[in-house]
């Protein structure tokens, strides 16, 4: 006699990737250490708003680029296991920004064959104007991440730091009306906005909402400076 | 939990369940799924709705239970057309004309009731006018299927799934909608609800059980073929259960979906006089069910004559 209606049931995945500039700027006034200590204090809350939302099984990775691009995971883990191993900058490290976002189409691939799941989340943090010595221009590797139905689905959030962040390439990687990148001017700032966006872009992957309802923007962060100032952090 | 009611008309019998999610516990949050069955004497009728979740949407679950009820409602009065085209186009006209009822309703809610201040802040990002606004506060998707003239007929607005399942145990999806990526869905409370609309029907000849589901229930499923054992295992269950025993343990059945996070309801159109199951004890034969035991007109009244 059947005892059950329906197969077995689990929790659907929701993909979170950092990207993360560690070009050879980043060396400078702190900012990787800043970086570094920014996910470390995201990481809990990650896992606290995880726990939120039981229909998600939150899983993390991070992509980090300069002359190249470098997973720091190569498989995605579940953010109750993700520990962070803090990052250094590549000194005279290009910023090579298209070349990591082609890193991507793969897995959004990955994720269509699956076909189940929330929205990925990507995460970008840069403190520079993208380079294309070695890869693809922003704009190819866009097209391409956003040629996958997954990748055109995913929710971008981008954050940058000081004032030689070039925003018009931040938002280029958000391409939604409704979202800007923001930008960093100190440590506090950097930590703070990090925190933001991963947890806002978190949530509005595993919240329900009907697609003519925009991505919430209520909850900006404080207004910051154009210039990075070490000295705050 | 909560079961409305459960009626039989003529040969069929409805059902449904619903079970809050893990989610909405953990979040002090109500259910916001509704389901309504029903019959009157030739139309079994069954909807699930499904309020969306996000803050937004800060009436969804009374937006569900209007949704769930009046279409319901407007599936009983679904036009006896017997031939495919008529019975799409009948389906179309019963859909319109449950959005604009629905939009009146929750219009008429919002005015006899106005948001609180709390309900306002929420609201408060919402672009577009304010009657637009109102509206989307109610968001919810719906499915309802009904049985008449021989058809089984199906209406859509949203995720969730609707399937049936033949005497063999075939089962087939009605109102398929392409795949959706992450939580985004149609809603009821969209700009353009009517471009939302999917319909679909099949004969009912060989059909032994419809069911249709809250999405709560289908993304849960790990198994892509999940619809198919959901069609095996209702087709088993009508060989071995009557429908209240079906019924009696559906809220158990949706329960592990429902632990995974979210609002699971279901409900089930479950054809009586089939299956190899013998009758229970004081249970009517099958030719008893065409046995004038009490007057057909009382018998009628008593039973089966339970409008929506």
Redesign the interface.
Same mark, same amino acid.
């Given at each position: 006699?059947?005892d059950?209606?329906?197969? =077995?049931?689990?929790?659907?995945p929701l993909h979170f990737i950092w990207i993360l500039d560690i070009s050879g700027s980043m060396a400078g006034g702190g900012r990787i250490q800043a970086l570094n200590t920014a996910i470390e204090e995201t990481l809990p809350q990650l896992r606290e708003d995880s726990?939120?939302? !039981?229909? $998600?099984q939150l899983f993390v990775r991070a992509l980090t680029f300069a002359d190249q691009p470098a997973w720091l995971h190569q498989a995605p883990v579940p953010v109750e296991q993700f520990r962070w191993d803090r990052i250094n900058a590549v000194p005279q490290g290009l910023t090579e920004l298209g070349a990591a976002i082609i890193q991507l189409v793969p897995v959004m691939q990955e994720l269509g064959r699956s076909?189940?799941?929330? $929205?990925p989340v990507l995460v970008l943090v840069s403190d520079g104007r993208p380079t294309h010595a070695n890869g693809p221009t922003l704009d190819q590797a866009m097209a391409a991440l956003q040629a996958e139905?997954?990748g055109a =689905?995913s929710v971008r959030m981008a954050v940058g730091i000081g004032e030689d962040a070039d925003l018009a390439a931040l938002a280029r990687f958000i391409d939604h009306p409704d979202r800007q990148p923001l930008r960093a001017s100190n440590q506090t700032d950097l930590v703070t906005m990090i925190q933001w966006a991963s947890r806002q872009a978190s949530r509005a $992957?595993?919240? !329900?909402?009907? !697609?003519?309802?925009?991505l =919430?923007?209520?909850t900006q962060p404080m207004p910051s400076g154009p210039v990075w100032d070490a000295s705050t952090g | 939990m909560g079961r409305l009611d459960r009626v039989s008309a003529q040969a069929w019998s409805v059902c449904g369940a619903s079970v809050i999610g893990s989610a909405h516990v953990r979040r002090s949050v109500e259910n916001q799924d509704a389901f309504r069955c029903g019959a009157c004497p030739e139309t079994p009728v069954a909807v699930v709705a499904d309020g969306h979740g996000a803050a937004e949407y800060v009436r969804s679950a009374t937006g569900a239970r209007l949704a769930a009820d009046l279409l319901a409602a407007e599936l009983a009065d679904v036009g006896r057309a017997d031939d495919a085209h008529a019975v799409h186009k009948d389906l179309q006209i019963v859909a319109a004309r449950f959005i604009d009822r629905w939009r009146t309703a929750v219009l008429a809610d919002a005015a006899a009731e106005p948001f609180s201040a709390a309900e306002q802040d929420a609201l408060a990002a919402q672009a577009g006018r304010p009657e637009e606004v109102a509206v989307r506060a109610y968001g919810t998707t719906v499915l309802g299927v009904c049985v008449a003239a021989g058809w089984v007929r199906a209406v859509a607005i949203g995720d969730g799934d609707v399937g049936c399942v033949d005497a063999a145990g075939g089962h087939r999806t009605l109102c398929p909608q392409p795949a959706a990526i992450g939580v985004q869905t149609d809603s009821l409370a969209a700009d353009d609800p009517y471009a939302a609309v999917r319909t679909d029907a099949c004969p009912a000849d060989d059909i032994v059980a419809v069911w249709a589901c809250t999405d709560g229930f289908s993304t849960a499923q790990a198994d892509p073929g999940w619809r198919g054992l959901v069609g095996g295992q209702l087709r088993g269950m009508l060989a071995t259960r009557t429908a209240a025993e079906i019924e009696a343990d559906l809220d158990g059945w949706l329960a592990p979906a429902a632990a995974v996070g979210d609002d699971t309801t279901m409900v089930l159109v479950l054809r009586d006089e089939f299956g190899d199951r013998p009758p229970r004890d004081g249970e009517p034969k099958r030719y008893d069910l065409l046995a004038p035991t009490v007057p057909p007109r009382e018998r009628r009244r008593r039973a089966l004559w339970r409008r929506l």
């Open positions: 006699m059947t059950r209606l329906g197969g =077995a049931v689990d929790r659907r726990l939120d939302h !039981p229909q $998600a076909g189940r799941g929330f $929205a139905p997954w =689905a $992957a595993a919240n !329900p909402a009907s !697609p003519d309802v925009p =919430a923007t209520t | -």
